[in-house]
């Protein structure tokens, strides 16, 4: 190991641009897995929240954006059969000039804040507490809208001319309560100017055993001007999404082997020409054509390895500073998950014995006796 | 001038190399082939110096390659301490190479990012079973002290004059211990000083540790140091001279 490192510090120039070159296409690869991974846990995650309701929304709607149903739906879906409870929501935009944030849109989140009954509470509250019920004029933010206003429990935040004092910030959900923030449903409705008989969505808690798409038909059956999500389409809108961060992944890895590949191959191919009259000189003394194999194989694989640590390190550090920049806008972008950077070393693993075969090969078939007989 | 199936050998027993009938061709093009070798015979007895001369073109580095079984005959009988280096396949010619014979360049052939003793451990490095890392410096270190480089052992080859670089390979060439030494010029880098040195050294071996050093040269100065001189004329042993 130490000869073969040895040997490639002779060329060390061109060793690095080699080196330099496999990175990025390795850098290629973790980020865009990167953007993938942040798109597939929040996907995920996305399906743990919303996938334990079913979702009843006006057919005007868009997910409960902008149409508006009456509170008196709230008694008569409970009297169905099945129902645990239906809770009301009230939905808008935290603040208005967030409409062109291309990073993502904080939403104002009006909730029952019965412990009960309130959908949030499936996660922690990471400093503070939740809104105690029938309280006013207190806020719960989650962690991205709170590192985006800069804001602490206990600071007064200001959402469309009114203060809210907050009292607590949720622990990272890396999904959508991250960039919401919660207030009690009445606050909600005087924010965006609901009337006090009106609500945005309801989230319907089926029974235990209660199967939630026959619920969900029956919910739109019944009920006229409504459109129902149950989990199942939660499931295939997920499964959508993540075929799609599959494919940039996928396409990711083409990219990462057409960026290194070539380059490897190119670089050995030239170094056993280079070197022919060495290797001719190991076949003299005993070296077997597996010796000069596995070395010439060695070198792409510490090559194409010693790049795919660099690579995925400045993937790290690169996607961290992008994390940091649009973190400020309300969103990050990018995950390395230690399965990527994993995949990452795998891949340029792979990368370093595929680019590597041929050259090794080559090297393995040199003719000692034309080249020392023409030095 | 016909081929002299001379023999310095008195009894098959002390015979390290028989060469019986040994044709090698190469191609010049297509269609066009030479003849290298033409039905040689040769036998040289085990601990002897053999000077290989011949003007250019008389098969003397094919010979040789032959020998040290780094290519193999077209036609004929090659034995090498009793293997029949043709019915042999080429990982094994690696491994008789390797265990069996021990070469040495007109140009050192030295590898230039390594050390004298890096470059002396190298063979050992290809042996299986293998030899601790250790044990391949210790018995490198140990080869270098015959040469008298003890004190050069972690020079590189550009740091070691010409003379130095050749016993570097002398040393290289000897590590594994073999029967058969093959020297192709190996003073032909070397002013006359040196030369004499060199041939020393390579006659040393045969003296001290009972190898066969056979020897392609032009160099009238190894001729008179070795045996047997075999003189080559179209690709056959016109004549072997006991010295």
């Known amino acids: ?375 | 001038m016909s081929s002299a199936p001379t023999s310095p050998i008195t009894s098959e027993r002390r015979r390290l190399v028989t060469a019986r009938g040994l044709t090698k061709e190469y191609p010049l093009s297509r269609t066009v082939k030479i003849r290298a070798l033409d039905g040689l015979d040769l036998d040289i007895d085990y601990g002897c110096m053999v000077a290989i001369m011949g003007p250019s073109g008389s098969g003397k580095s094919t010979l040789l390659n032959l020998l040290g079984c780094l290519d193999t005959p077209d036609d004929g009988e090659l034995l090498i301490d009793g293997i029949d280096v043709r019915a042999n396949p080429r990982p094994d010619l690696a491994d008789i190479r390797l265990r069996r014979i021990g070469f040495v360049f007109q140009r050192f052939n030295l590898l230039e990012h390594l050390t004298a003793l890096e470059n002396v451990a190298l063979p050992l490095g290809y042996s299986w079973p293998r030899i601790p890392p250790e044990e391949r410096l210790r018995r490198a270190e140990q080869a270098l002290g015959l040469v008298g480089l003890s004190h050069r052992l972690h020079h590189r080859p550009d740091q070691l004059s010409g003379g130095e670089q050749q016993r570097v390979g002398i040393a290289r060439a000897t590590i594994n211990n073999p029967k058969l030494i093959l020297a192709d010029e190996p003073t032909g880098e070397l002013d006359s000083v040196t030369s004499r040195q060199v041939v020393d050294l390579l006659h040393g071996l045969v003296v001290e540790q009972g190898c066969t050093v056979a020897v392609v040269t032009h160099d009238g100065s190894i001729a008179e140091r070795a045996d047997w001189v075999a003189r080559m004329v179209d690709g056959r042993v016109d004549t072997m001279t006991r010295r």
């Open chain 1, 1 to 375: 190991m130490r000869m073969i490192l040895r040997s490639m510090a002779r060329r060390r120039f061109r060793t690095a641009l080699t080196v330099f070159g496999v990175a990025m296409g390795i850098f290629g690869f973790v980020a865009m897995g990167a953007l993938a991974e942040k798109a597939r846990i929040h996907t995920r995650n996305a399906y743990a929240y919303y996938g334990a309701y079913i979702w009843v929304a006006s057919d005007q709607s868009f997910f409960g954006w902008g149409g508006r149903l009456p509170m008196s739906l709230q008694e008569r879906i409970e009297a169905m059969d099945g129902v645990e409870y239906a809770s009301p929501r009230v939905v808008g935009p935290l603040d208005l000039e967030d409409m062109v944030n291309p990073f993502g849109l904080s939403a104002l989140i009006g909730l029952d804040l019965n412990p009960d009954r309130n959908q949030l509470i499936m996660y922690r509250v990471r400093k503070g507490t939740y809104p105690p019920e029938g309280s006013r004029g207190h806020i719960l933010l989650g962690d991205m809208v709170a590192r985006k206003y800069r804001k602490a429990v206990g600071d007064t935040i200001e959402v469309r001319h009114r203060p809210f004092i907050v009292c607590g910030i949720l622990e990272r959900t890396d999904t959508d309560p991250d960039h919401a923030a919660y207030v009690s449903v009445e606050d909600a409705r005087e924010l965006v100017g609901m009337e006090s008989d009106r609500c945005s969505t309801f989230a319907v808690r089926p029974l235990r055993g209660q199967d939630p798409d026959e619920l969900a038909a029956r919910i739109d059956r019944d009920f006229q001007g409504v459109h129902s999500i149950p989990p199942s389409k939660v499931i295939e809108a997920t499964e959508a999404a993540m075929a799609w961060f599959n494919a940039m992944v996928l396409a990711g890895t083409a990219v990462a082997l057409l960026a290194s590949c070539p380059s490897i191959v190119v670089v050995m191919v030239i170094a056993s020409s280079e070197r022919a009259r060495e290797i001719a000189t190991k076949m003299a003394i005993g070296a077997r054509t597996r010796h000069v194999f596995m070395e010439f194989l060695a070198e792409s694989v510490i090559i194409a390895v010693a790049a795919g640590a660099l690579g995925t390190l400045l993937a790290y550090g690169a996607t961290g500073a992008v994390n940091a920049y649009t973190a400020e806008k309300g969103a990050e972008l990018f995950r390395v998950t230690p399965r990527l950077a994993v995949s990452a070393l795998a891949l340029s693993l792979l990368v370093g014995c595929v680019a590597g075969c041929y050259p090794a090969w080559r090297a393995a078939r040199t003719d000692p006796v034309k080249v020392l007989r023409s030095v």
